[in-house]
């Protein structure tokens, strides 16, 4: 049985460097381009030393060089490679998070597709969530074209069975897949040899000990024939078990020549699983000596590990500062520059309706006196929501006339001003009208669940939505227009995508630092010009969000999808 995902590096790892580079649209003298390839294969070098540290901060560097190049086909190489270091290192749910990038920038048609299910299916195996586990090794395989393509996801289905105690039907899969007659391929040697290795042990756990022995037995032999260093460790490990009740002195030779191989090959989980046959088998002293090893070991793998994943979330995290940080001075240019703009026409503005200004302001601060702050957002929040299209156009109208009747019509004159005022306040009277037409959010402790609820509505046979994040937000620390905010801006969000975008794959990521909370919305739908975003009623998100302190970001073009940057202050 496989308990680790080197072999599975190993397989995506040939299969992704056989393919040749086809989406580099730059010519081969773009110094850019160039520097993000070098970048790359630097990576790779620090990969294959076993530098995972270097090697997963310069994949995240070549993965933004790419993102800048609009290279989606590198952008998810290297996002694949940051996921495989991530999981050789333990970090499951860091590598499921890197992964969820990738879906956008991907077709269900796309080379990568294969390579991305079977790394989901990793993690959820390594984090025994068996049902997702065999979802995405049975989307990997239906990206195979022939029959020995096939036989490793579903070797790694059947393992998942076994896992389950689902013996009947890993039997089944294992023995449709075994190939047939003589083979002298050494690939197709040892994918026979891990078959039955596993068909073996399934047996033997379904109470067919004879009949799994024998082929567990000639599975070890294969791979000793063969040098497979790292399948014998399974196959010593499946002897170590099998024999743990019947005769320990046969369990622990087995278990011991898996450690051996294991500390060799610096295979850390087969050791420890190795020493804990080691310790259950033996009552004497040598069992103290192993359960200290194992002690020992597993205390420094998990230092290591933790290590590790607080680097890579940190690489990640100063990536994302730098790119909002670049992002926010672009917006600074861009909103200094309409300032300038601004200006020119404030100066006439101010002379035309300073007196009009100035008697709705007297209006409005005689109204709101009384309200605080939290009013103010709840009842601008409540305007919002399902506003018709007529009611919408027609309010909209007479905004407009009594902006043109402060333009045309002297204010001086007392009859004059009694009309504006009745003007805005009929405008004021169907705003609160509108208001009343709307429903509450429940922010109380079901927020979470009652959010998960709504996003996952949209998920159809059509549309896949991902949700990760949820749980890592402490909600109770959120105020309660906030809560409103999020639930109204990914609501619209979701009803925008269902509408224009029919998109195959929604990502939702939440996350948190020590000062924000953090949405990040994509999809890899038709996406639309950043000139339509107002005319698609998107405007009204911008207004919830800054309506709180934060701000929201979106980024789209034609074809290549939507992603929504969500950021307000704890």
Not at 251 to 274: G, P
Not at 461 to 473: A, L, M
């Amino acid at each position: 049985m496989l308990r680790s995902p080197f072999f599975y590096l190993l397989f995506i790892t040939l299969f992704l460097s056989c393919r040749k580079e086809t989406n580099n649209h730059l010519s081969k003298n773009s110094v850019t381009s160039d520097e993000a390839i070098a970048i790359r294969d630097k990576a790779l070098l620090k990969f294959q030393n076993k530098d995972y540290n270097s090697a997963f901060y310069n994949f995240n560097k070549s993965k933004i060089a790419f993102e800048n190049l609009k290279d989606s086909s590198n952008i998810v190489y290297n996002l694949i490679q940051m996921a495989a270091i991530q999981q050789i290192n333990g970090d499951y749910y860091g590598s499921k998070e890197t992964l969820t990038e990738a879906l956008p920038y991907i077709n269900q048609k796309d080379v990568y597709s294969a390579a991305i299910n079977n790394y989901f299916g990793i993690a959820d195996k390594e984090l025994s969530i068996y049902e997702d586990a065999v979802y995405y090794y049975k989307e990997a395989l239906k990206e195979c074209k022939d029959s020995i393509c096939k036989k490793a996801p579903l070797n790694n289905i059947a393992v998942i069975y076994i896992l389950q105690n689902k013996y009947d039907k890993a039997i089944l899969i294992l023995e449709s897949i075994l190939f047939k007659g003589q083979i002298t391929d050494k690939l197709f040697l040892k994918t026979q040899a891990r078959i039955l290795d596993n068909l073996g042990f399934a047996y033997f756990k379904k109470g067919m000990s004879e009949k799994g022995l024998s082929l567990m037995e000639e599975s070890l032999q294969i791979r000793n024939n063969l040098n497979d260093r790292y399948g014998s460790i399974e196959s010593n490990l499946h002897l170590a078990e099998f024999y743990a009740k019947t005769n320990s002195q046969n369990s622990n030779q087995f278990a011991l020549t898996a450690y051996k191989t294991a500390t060799e090959s610096n295979s850390i989980d087969e050791r420890l699983k190795a020493l804990s046959y080691l310790i259950s088998n033996d009552s004497n002293l040598k069992s103290s000596y192993y359960a200290k090893k194992f002690v020992s070991l597993n205390d420094s793998i998990i230092k290591i590990r933790n290590n590790f994943k607080n680097k890579f979330a940190k690489i990640k995290y100063d990536s994302k500062k730098e790119k909002d940080e670049n992002q926010k001075l672009k917006l600074e240019k861009a909103e200094n520059l309409l300032a300038l703009q601004k200006a020119k026409y404030q100066k006439i503005f101010f002379i035309i309706g300073i007196s009009s200004l100035f008697l709705l302001l007297l209006y409005l601060r005689k109204f709101y006196q009384n309200r605080n702050r939290i009013e103010k957002i709840k009842t601008a929040y409540s305007t919002e929501t399902r506003i018709a299209k007529d009611i919408h156009d027609g309010l909209a109208n007479d905004v407009f006339h009594a902006i043109t009747y402060t333009q045309t019509q002297p204010l001086t004159n007392e009859s004059n001003k009694e009309n504006l005022l009745q003007k805005l306040d009929d405008i004021y009277s169907r705003v609160r009208g509108i208001s009343r037409e709307n429903n509450d959010i429940d922010t109380s402790s079901n927020f979470p669940n009652n959010l998960k609820a709504m996003l996952s509505t949209y998920n159809s046979s059509q549309t896949n939505v991902i949700i990760n994040g949820v749980e890592k937000i402490n909600w109770d620390s959120v105020d309660d227009l906030k809560k409103i905010a999020i639930q109204r801006v990914l609501h619209e969000l979701m009803v925008n995508m269902k509408k224009h975008s029919e998109a195959p794959v929604v990502s939702i990521k939440f996350n948190t630092d020590s000062n924000s909370l953090l949405i990040d919305y994509s999809d890899n739908g038709k996406g639309c010009e950043k000139s339509k975003i107002i005319k698609n009623g998107l405007q009204n998100m911008e207004i919830r969000i800054l309506a709180v302190k934060g701000t929201i970001t979106f980024e789209t073009e034609p074809n290549k999808g939507f992603k929504v940057k969500i950021t307000m202050p704890k």
